[in-house]
Every structure is written in C-alpha cells, then in structure tokens.
C-alpha cells in the first residue's frame, strides 16, 4: 500500500513537471512540442488547463493546422472541467455559430459560468449581449455585467458603463459616475471614452466647460485614429474661438479623415480650404477637384459651392 501511495505522488511530479515543459514550450514558440506534451496531460490527468491550451492551439492552428471542429471538442472538455477561459470561448463559439449550430442560450449559459468565476472577458461579452436586446431587464443585467468587468480593470467595460450612466440606461442617470468612469478608461487608453470624456468637457457636462481639455482628449484619440475625434479636432481648429483657431491644424485633420475615411465632409472642407489658401498654399485647381469629388458623391454642401461659384 506504501509504495502505491509513492509511486502515485511520483507519477504526478512527472506529469507537473511534463506540464511544466509544455508551458515552457509555448512560451518559447516550440508549439507542436508544447502541443504534444499538453496532451499527454490532459488525457492523463484531465487537466482543464492543459485541455484549455489543445483547443486554443488547435483553433489557432499553433504548431498544427487549424481544426475548429476538435477546438470546439477540447474547449467543451476544459469548459465542463471548470476552465473559465474555455467557458469564454466556448461561448463565443455558440454566439457566431462557428463550427457549431449558433445557439444564443447556450452562450448566454457558458458567458455566465466564466462570469460567475470574475472571468473579466466574459462579463464585458455578457454586458455587450444584454445591452443588444434594448429591453428594461436586460439593460439592468447589461449594466451589473459591464460593472463588473469595469471594477475588473475592462477599459471598454469602463467606458461603457459611464455611457449607460451618461444616458440612465439599466440604471439611474448620473454625470458624477459617468465623468469617473469616462476618465478611468480614457486615462488608460481608450479612443472611445476620450471622445466621450472630450464631449463632457465641450458641453461642461457635470464638469466645468474647459475647451482646451476637451480639445487634449479629442486629440488623444485622434492620433489613435478614431474617426469621429478626428473630425471634431479639424473642426474644432476650424471654427471654434474658444481654443486657438489653427487652420494648418484644421487642414491636416481633414486631411487625415479623407485620407482614412473618405469622408466627404472633410473632402469639402478639404477642398474649400485649398480653394481659399486656408492653412495650406492657396490652390484652386485642387480645391475645386476635392469640392467636386464630394458633390458626385452627394454631399449637399459641395453642391451649393460649386453652384454659388458657377463652377461645373
């Protein structure tokens, strides 16, 4: 019986250290080596972890070709095992119909499971699925999902949840929350929530009207390449008295949109500004080409410029 016992704790020093390696191995790239080790340990020990790591290297294709199908199979295995992470993605794959039949209510059921473990991912996807259906109680379970994942650390939870706090959406109105929540996020990095924090500052929304701050945090996510702060910035510099008016600056944002976006606002202020040597060399060759290119496309405004200037 005594040797039973050792020979049972050596036999599981060997598969710790077997998973052991196998981590090593995925950290260092050596994937068909990690690969092979995990699965050993898996089918050995039926370790969700191991399991876990099979079904992402497997829909991954790491080290192997890509197999949905049998990455579905391990995240099923590593899901029922207890594996948050696996119940996350198991999820989602019932949620777009991947591999499998698409089956809301089951990914509903597996988002709560890694939910229910503070598994941050699954309450963001579990808040963005709630918020979806619009109705009263589902806005209040998409608000208590997205503030968990917010208290989490989720920077997109973060700013979602100061918009439903902005618009008392699952909750009661509140600028003093949503401001907080805004700013967490947008201190962290998030395009989104600096427009929005942006905005507040613009309207003076719970805070006082500062449109230099507003004008930092437009900027912030615009260099990040969100389109919307990219237009406000160019016309903010174009029009606005209360920063610095800057038309090279208004120029070299509207610049960006067409560039990036094919906006056809920013083609006409494009345009209109090489028309009129605003922020750039005078040009009206080039301004009349952007002024025009926006009309063919209908925008109004294009229209009635060249129309005033009887340019056809």
Same mark, same amino acid.
């Given at each position: 019986?005594?040797?039973?016992?050792?020979?049972?704790?050596?036999?599981?020093?060997?598969?710790?250290?077997?998973?052991?390696?196998?981590?090593?191995?995925?950290?260092?790239?050596?994937?068909?080596?990690?690969?092979?080790?995990?699965?050993?340990?898996?089918?050995?020990?039926?370790?969700?972890?191991?399991?876990?790591?099979?079904?992402?290297?497997?829909?991954?294709?790491?080290?192997?070709?890509?197999?949905?199908?049998?990455?579905?199979?391990?995240?099923?295995?590593?899901?029922?095992?207890?594996?948050?992470?696996?119940?996350?993605?198991?999820?989602?794959?019932?949620?777009?119909?991947?591999?499998?039949?698409?089956?809301?209510?089951?990914?509903?059921?597996?988002?709560?499971?890694?939910?229910?473990?503070?598994?941050?991912?699954?309450?963001?996807?579990?808040?963005?699925?709630?918020?979806?259906?619009?109705?009263?109680?589902?806005?209040?379970?998409?608000?208590?999902?997205?503030?968990?994942?917010?208290?989490?650390?989720? /920077?997109?939870?973060?700013?979602?949840?100061?918009?439903?706090?902005?618009?008392?959406?699952?909750?009661?109105?509140?600028?003093?929350?949503?401001?907080?929540?805004?700013?967490?996020?947008?201190?962290?990095?998030?395009?989104?929530?600096?427009?929005?924090?942006?905005?507040?500052?613009?309207?003076?929304?719970?805070?006082?009207?500062?449109?230099?701050?507003?004008?930092?945090?437009?900027?912030?996510?615009?260099?990040?390449?969100?389109?919307?702060?990219?237009?406000?910035?160019?016309?903010?510099?174009?029009?606005?008295?209360? /920063?610095?008016?800057?038309?090279?600056?208004?120029?070299?944002?509207?610049? /960006?949109?067409?560039?990036?976006?094919?906006?056809?606002?920013?083609?006409?202020?494009?345009?209109?500004?090489?028309?009129?040597?605003?922020?750039?060399?005078?040009?009206?060759?080039?301004?009349?080409?952007?002024?025009?290119?926006?009309?063919?496309?209908?925008?109004?405004?294009?229209?009635?410029?060249?129309? /005033?200037?009887?340019?056809?």
């Amino acid at each position: 019986m005594k040797a039973f016992i050792l020979l049972f704790i050596t036999t599981i020093f060997l598969h710790a250290s077997l998973f052991d390696e196998a981590v090593k191995d995925l950290n260092n790239k050596k994937y068909l080596s990690a690969y092979e080790k995990f699965s050993k340990v898996a089918l050995k020990e039926d370790n969700p972890i191991a399991q876990y790591n099979i079904a992402l290297m497997n829909y991954k294709g790491l080290g192997i070709p890509v197999n949905k199908q049998l990455a579905f199979q391990w995240y099923e295995m590593a899901a029922q095992n207890g594996n948050m992470q696996a119940q996350n993605n198991l999820a989602h794959m019932y949620y777009l119909g991947d591999v499998v039949k698409k089956d809301k209510e089951k990914a509903i059921y597996w988002y709560e499971k890694s939910a229910k473990q503070n598994y941050a991912l699954a309450q963001l996807n579990l808040g963005m699925i709630y918020e979806r259906n619009h109705t009263k109680s589902s806005l209040k379970k998409s608000f208590k999902w997205y503030k968990e994942a917010a208290l989490n650390g989720v /920077i997109f939870a973060q700013n979602n949840l100061g918009r439903m706090y902005y618009f008392g959406q699952g909750t009661k109105k509140n600028l003093k929350e949503a401001f907080y929540w805004f700013e967490k996020s947008a201190l962290s990095g998030n395009a989104l929530a600096q427009i929005n924090l942006a905005m507040m500052y613009y309207s003076g929304d719970y805070v006082s009207r500062d449109y230099e701050k507003a004008r930092v945090w437009f900027e912030k996510s615009a260099k990040q390449g969100n389109k919307t702060a990219i237009i406000k910035l160019a016309d903010l510099y174009r029009k606005d008295s209360k /920063i610095n008016q800057d038309y090279e600056k208004a120029f070299y944002w509207y610049k /960006i949109a067409v560039e990036k976006y094919d906006n056809l606002k920013s083609m006409y202020y494009l345009g209109y500004f090489y028309y009129n040597g605003l922020g750039v060399q005078k040009d009206k060759k080039q301004g009349v080409y952007w002024i025009k290119k926006a009309a063919s496309r209908g925008h109004e405004r294009s229209k009635n410029f060249l129309e /005033i200037h009887k340019i056809k």
